[in-house]
């Protein structure tokens, strides 16, 4: 598998419930993100953790990261139609000598909530 | 809000041509990204800059593309004979600092580039 693969790829549920998307990865990390993209559009930053962080909140949304099995959880509570987007993991590389790096990104899962 | 803006919108262009993608970052932002999201699949890293120079590109980013900040607000992508291959939803980002501490990037809309 590459650096980054969310699971499930595809991910339908009523309004209300909560989605689950989960994202594993293979090598050290320095933070990993999660970003949203809406059809067509740019990629909008949702939360970011940090490696010696293993779980974070913002609003509606919980973030677990479990640096031993190499995988993260986001969670949506009480979802709504405009949560509607595809919603991908981004792993930040340990930042050597310097080095800015770069996000790597997963496939995403397309989140579709049906009011 | 700051944004990223990004031009054009929307390119179109004959195979071989070269092409310029603009990008305005966010003023106080000191790192510089491209990436590409080829219809489907996933948003790929092209090249990062800091300091008026490359920092780190990917194998993707050839010897066919090459990056520029020629003032203080621009930061170009230019590919010099596209290919079929490139179109592709291109994505400028920027970031207050490097991965070694927020990390956080923001994204412009992209430009769509439809080679011919």
């Known amino acids: 598998s590459q650096q980054g693969e969310e699971d499930p790829q595809a991910l339908s549920i009523q309004e209300g419930e909560n989605a689950t998307m989960n994202c594993s990865y293979k090598t050290s990390i320095n933070n990993l993100q999660w970003y949203r993209q809406n059809s067509g559009r740019g990629l909008v930053h949702l939360i970011l953790i940090r490696s010696n962080e293993r779980e974070k909140h913002s609003g509606r949304l919980r973030v677990t990261l479990d640096t031993s099995k190499k995988s993260s959880s986001l969670l949506i509570t009480a979802s709504r139609a405009a949560d509607t987007a595809s919603y991908f993991c981004?792993?930040?590389?340990?930042?050597?000598?310097?080095?800015?790096?770069?996000?790597?990104f997963g496939k995403g899962t397309k989140l579709s909530v049906k009011p | 809000e700051p944004e990223v803006t990004q031009t054009p919108s929307h390119q179109v262009t004959q195979m071989g041509q070269e092409v310029i993608l603009r990008c305005v970052p966010i003023?106080?932002?000191?790192?510089f990204y491209w990436y590409r999201q080829i219809l489907g699949q996933k948003v790929e890293f092209l090249v990062s800059f800091y300091n008026n120079e490359i920092s780190e590109k990917s194998e993707i980013f050839d010897d066919q593309f090459s990056v520029e900040r020629p003032d203080g607000s621009n930061f170009t992508l230019k590919i010099r004979s596209t290919k079929l291959e490139d179109s592709a939803m291109y994505f400028c980002?920027?970031?207050?600092?490097?991965?070694?501490?927020?990390?956080?990037?923001?994204f412009g809309e992209g430009s769509r580039l439809t080679v011919l």
């Open positions: 003023s106080n932002h000191l790192y």
């Open positions: 980002a920027s970031s207050v600092s490097g991965q070694g501490y927020t990390g956080e990037l923001f």
């Open positions: 981004a792993t930040g590389l340990p930042d050597y000598g310097g080095s800015q790096g770069n996000l790597i």
